[in-house]
């Protein structure tokens, strides 16, 4: 196994520590889907044990998707907790995306895999907030063009 550099192992830890408390909030605004969340965290656990930093930051982005099934009450909620519990906001991950969206849209063109399931996991989060069809439609024409 490859060890990582400082920074990223800095980055995989605090990646870890923001998905397992995002998801100890869901399970505790929504406790039928505890069962899961700790499924989900095994595997957050592995991948961090395995400093398996790509899948860790693919797993977080998804996990983070999940914010988008709850009311807007249940999001404050699993915010502030995962914030309380690690002194991050988690809205600065929303950012980093977006951001790296706007850098991918501006040059036409999906480099990798990576920044596929970055797109993508970012129009889902569109999808579920509000509307922006023409963000949405150049990020879903990207996507497409990508897997074509």
Do not use: C
């Not at 961090?48 to 999001?75: K, N, Y």
């Amino acid at each position: 196994m490859a060890r990582l550099k400082p920074e990223h192992l800095e980055e995989l830890r605090k990646l870890h520590s923001q998905t397992v408390a995002l998801l100890d909030g869901l399970a505790r605004v929504d406790p039928p889907f505890a069962d899961s969340a700790g499924r989900m965290k095994a595997v957050m656990d592995g991948a961090l044990s395995m400093q398996d930093l790509r899948g860790l930051r693919e797993a977080a982005r998804d996990i983070r998707g999940l914010l988008d099934s709850v009311s807007p009450s249940q999001r404050r909620e699993v915010l502030t907790h995962v914030e309380s519990t690690t002194g991050q906001p988690l809205e600065r991950e929303h950012e980093k995306d977006k951001a790296a969206a706007d850098r991918i849209l501006a040059r036409g063109k999906i480099r990798n895999d990576r920044e596929y399931y970055l797109l993508r996991a970012y129009l889902e989060h569109l999808e579920g907030g509000i509307n922006n069809d023409e963000r949405q439609n150049a990020l879903a024409q990207l996507i497409d063009s990508y897997r074509a």
